[in-house]
């Protein structure tokens, strides 16, 4: 262990963390606003890596130009699935019922994605996967680079539709208190389905780099989705600056620890951290302490 | 609206929430420009009309016209426009957003920036907090703070009648008072009012008319003096006398 690969490690974990925080964000979102648990999620963002996958295979568009279909794609199929299963689920056990229907869900897609693509491993190709650049004497990918810039720019995009626009102050009021944001006029149901629209959509940019940057298939999602409902209960369930914070925090520390005491222990520290700091702070890092009543 | 078109109408409502019918028949009226006050028993059905004004529970039977046009089956956006507005029991302020932001909140449904703004002003200055305490956080302001924040609020949308489910709860007696001198002044600038109050002795006195509500049923109805005054609605549902004890001489 020396300085030059600790200190690559903490650039590894910040530029990948921040794609981790973007598709924790949408899960987040998506939790904080609907008191859904999307277990789909995972299945999604490996849906995005394969969409881009196509279009770079089949029509040769680059992956970050394929953006342009695959963001909107996502937006339509998370639409799409909330107004056919989710708007159906009510009730006290909606949180529960919701882990199972996003589970059938998912179920679904991974059987069409292994129907389609078959189950060997694919990567996603393109200049800046393969190139490098010195930064810092530290020699880093492009994509890693090109990641960080596309989650920052989507996580700023985000940031300026929730706090500058007025359906951004109808998601917040709808994620503080549903029945109080209905009283003063806003359509709950409408602005739970643009955000499950929304928390899906930012699973197109997640799959592209995951894809750009790790070998994948449809299974790959069983991974994704522990890392990411780990990074949203330890930021807090719906606190989207948790999500962002735990996202970045966790993937620096796995990295670092892959470093300092080997691979092995990287993929148990995730959790590791995560019943220290739930044993502290029950509520995660930004969550708010719920009440039970009796 | 006619002559005998009551200003809101309330007719054999029956509502519950699943386990069972919560309201079993309600008919009442409330007449435009006065407070009127429902009070009665914990369980009795008193929060549970209002959501059903308000648009929030669809009741299973029943009906409600607000000056003729029928209210049941309108989502609560819907109700809003009608000039029907609510502030609900429990805090109801965005904790996380400042006070500006929520107080902006209250005209949702209005698109006219410029009649936001002029809003905006003219509840600054009934509501100095609202200036005050601007860039706050609405969690951060006391009890009282919010309970004005939220009067504050619902008065944006300029709305002719004010739903208040227990505006007095977990009030110290000196903001109570500021509290009820408020409904007083909302009610002197021509909203009508009609609140569900606990404390029903100070209620009832600065109300134009009493419902008293029991086990889901209108038990009494009456000038607000006629309820206050009435013994048998005291001892029964009211934890004893309403009215005042003599003064020692």
Not at chain 1, 8 to 29: E, F, K, N, R
Not at chain 1, 116 to 125: D, G, I, K, M, T
Not at chain 1, 215 to 229: E, G, K, T, V, W
Request: proline share 3%; glycine share 12%.
């Amino acid at each position: 262990m020396n300085g030059t690969a600790v200190l690559h490690s903490i650039i590894d974990g910040v530029l990948t963390g921040s794609v981790y925080a973007l598709m924790a964000t949408g899960l987040t979102l998506i939790f904080g606003v609907m008191n859904i648990i999307n277990v789909a999620q995972g299945i999604l963002v490996i849906l995005g890596a394969y969409l881009s996958y196509a279009l770079s295979v089949h029509l040769g568009i680059d992956l970050f130009v394929g953006l342009a279909i695959t963001i909107p794609t996502l937006f339509v199929v998370g639409i799409v699935v909330e107004r056919i299963f989710l708007s159906r689920i009510k009730g006290p056990e909606r949180v529960v019922m919701s882990i199972l229907v996003t589970y059938a869900i998912a179920l679904v897609i991974e059987g069409l994605l292994n129907i389609v693509f078959s189950a060997n491993y694919v990567e996603l190709h393109a200049w800046y996967v393969v190139r490098s650049v010195r930064v810092f004497g530290i020699w880093l990918p492009y994509i890693y680079l090109l990641g960080f810039a596309l989650a920052v720019v989507l996580l700023g995009a985000l940031y300026v539709m929730l706090y500058r626009t007025r359906f951004g102050a109808s998601v917040r009021a709808s994620l503080a208190d549903q029945t109080a944001a209905a009283l003063v006029g806003i359509n709950v149901r409408r602005v739970s389905t643009i955000c499950f629209g929304l928390g899906v959509a930012v699973t197109a940019a997640g799959g592209m780099i995951y894809g750009a940057t790790n070998a994948f298939n449809a299974n790959s999602s069983y991974d994704l989705i522990s890392r990411l409902l780990v990074i949203i209960v330890l930021g807090g369930m719906g606190s989207l600056g948790g999500a962002l914070v735990a996202g970045i925090m966790m993937i620096t520390i796995e990295d670092l620890v892959s470093v300092v005491w080997g691979p092995t222990w990287s993929n148990l520290s995730f959790f590791v951290i995560l019943v220290i700091v739930l044993s502290l702070r029950p509520q995660g890092l930004f969550g708010q302490r719920s009440v039970r009543v009796a | 609206m006619t002559e005998s078109t009551p200003f809101l109408g309330i007719e054999g409502v029956v509502a519950g929430y699943g386990g069972g019918d919560v309201l079993k028949g309600v008919d009442f009226t409330v007449k435009e420009g006065g407070v009127t006050c429902i009070v009665g028993p914990n369980g009795s059905g008193k929060s549970t009309l209002l959501k059903v004004i308000s648009g929030l529970l669809k009741p299973r039977l029943g009906q409600i016209y607000f000056k003729g046009t029928p209210l049941v089956g309108l989502t609560p956006r819907a109700i809003l426009k009608l000039g029907i507005v609510q502030v609900p029991q429990n805090h109801s302020l965005f904790g996380e957003m400042s006070v500006e932001e929520n107080v902006e909140l209250g005209a949702f449904i209005v698109r006219d920036r410029s009649v936001i703004a002029r809003r905006m002003d003219s509840v600054r200055e009934m509501f100095p907090i609202v200036a005050e305490r601007a860039k706050d956080k609405a969690g951060s302001l006391s009890s009282g703070q919010q309970r004005l924040v939220e009067f504050a609020r619902c008065l944006m949308l300029e709305p002719e009648l004010v739903v208040l489910d227990e505006p007095s709860m977990g009030l110290d007696p000196k903001t109570l008072r500021v509290m009820f001198d408020t409904v007083k002044m909302m009610n002197a600038m021509g909203r009508t009012v009609l609140l569900v109050e606990q404390n029903a002795r100070q209620a009832l006195k600065m109300s134009h008319h009493g419902v008293v509500l029991e086990n889901g049923q209108v038990r009494l109805s009456g000038t607000g003096s006629e309820v206050l005054n009435n013994p048998e609605i005291g001892v029964l549902f009211l934890g004893g006398a309403l009215l005042e004890k003599p003064k020692a001489s």
